[in-house]
């Protein structure tokens, strides 16, 4: 009797152990995501943004979320990364979107930010 109840501990302990391996398995896989702010004026042409922004050297994915509206654009960066062994030393990167209509006079929105950048690639961002 003592021995048939050891033995269902230790396959609950066994349970409990895959469990939690694969719960860690899979937030890595899954990564974290965060917004990334641009670090440069974007550049326009009609509906096409190309952004610049510091990421990391060990990204794994990164997406642009785009919200427009008839007043507005606001692109938020996220990027993505699993690694958990990388350096602090940022890496640029660039980022090509694509909006649904030409930005025209819509003011354009780092949602990272949430501030306003003018649209002409001579006026440096404002700093956060």
């Not at 899954?30 to 922004?53: K, N």
């Not at 209509?101 to 002409?120: F, H, K, N, W, Y």
């Amino acid at each position: 009797m003592a021995t048939t109840a050891a033995r269902w501990r230790w396959r609950l302990l066994v349970a409990l152990a895959v469990v939690v391996g694969l719960l860690v398995a899979v937030l890595w896989w899954r990564g974290t995501t965060q917004p990334r702010p641009w670090t440069e004026p974007p550049s326009i042409d009609g509906a096409v943004v190309r952004l610049t922004y510091v990421g990391s050297e060990c990204r794994s994915g990164v997406r642009a979320d785009v919200d427009e509206d008839p007043a507005r654009v606001t692109i938020t960066i996220r990027e993505t990364v699993r690694s958990r062994a990388c350096s602090d030393v940022g890496v640029r990167h660039r980022l090509r979107v694509r909006l649904d209509e030409p930005l025209g006079d819509r003011r354009l929105v780092d949602g990272a930010r949430a501030s306003t950048t003018r649209q002409d690639t001579s006026s440096p961002l404002p700093e956060p």
